[in-house]
């Protein structure tokens, strides 16, 4: 069940993460209340960063999230079959053979960095659904396309000991149209914004439950979990939408790399806090960037450095830290500082995320 946005704010228990019982407090885990005493383990950020947002050669991308002070690392890698615009760029994780996954595992060890997850540069991420039919999902060529890149990201997780792989979750109808390199928003956008998110129609729901369904055989299949990326221009880009397939699918293997940035985006304000409470069950991770928008109904925006948008992210760890989650936090960027680097903009959010930390540990 979506939860009440109103309900819920107009109570502070569930979002500070503490309740009472027994007439002792307690802190909030992932399942329920924990008992705070002796035994509970110092709350643990873990921190790691988006490569792809580098563009740099693969090995370089490595050696900077190295420096910047990453545990973590993730990127989509290469398109298949197209040119590679950076030579020695990120590989093409559809078509490794079984001795290059082996050596790209060697790569990130050697760096004593961990794979967050496994990608196969952007499943479902600029598919639409017209066109497709539920019944026959796998006879369409584009579909299983995708479905066989993220079937092979999966065999190579399990290669590597990778617990979980990517994908994404269709474009909203109109949204990202063929042919055109970046984002257009569709003609229904100002809904979508005032329905934070949009109302997917129940043939659309169908659907969505049939293309995952089909994904979530596979991933018992490999052992890995399957996470969803969050985009404004997705069906999914909204924490009750994705609330909703995934209690619709009832798999524990559903999993969201949640974006705040991506919810505020699209209408969803209080991200931070409800949209913490529905994605609670669900998080493997967050993808960390920050936005102003100066005007939702025409989709007016500007990408900021982590902390200086709308997001409201000393809310989102505090959340994380009162109900331990085991989430771990991917620092991305979005945005470029006046003269500097796609570089130089990881190291601003990623000391912009410690800073927030910091001050959340030393309870300024």
Known sequence: MILDRRRLLSGTGALLGTHLLGGKKVRSGPLGPVPKGDLLAPYRFKLGIWLSELKLPFEQELDAAKEIGAEYIWFEGSRPGETRAVVGAEPCISSMTDAEVYRMGELVASRGLKFYQICAYRPFHNMHLVGLQKETLRDNPDFRLEFDNLIRSMQIASQLGVGAVHSYGFCWPGEWSVGQPTWSKAPTWPMKWLTRGGVIAEVDFQKLVAAFSLVLEQAEKYDVDLVLGMRPFHYLSSTDNFRRLAEKLGSNRFKVQWSPADNVLIGEWDAATTGFTNLRPYLHGLHLKDVLVIDGLTGQFEWRPVG?????????????????????????????????????????????VKSIIRQIEEGA
């Open 308 to 352: 200086q948008g709308k997001v409201g992210y000393r809310a989102v760890l505090e959340n994380l830290r009162d109900h331990r989650i085991d989430a771990i936090l991917m620092v991305a960027t979005h945005f470029r500082p006046p003269g500097g680097t796609n570089l130089d903009a990881m190291r601003i959010n990623f000391a912009n």
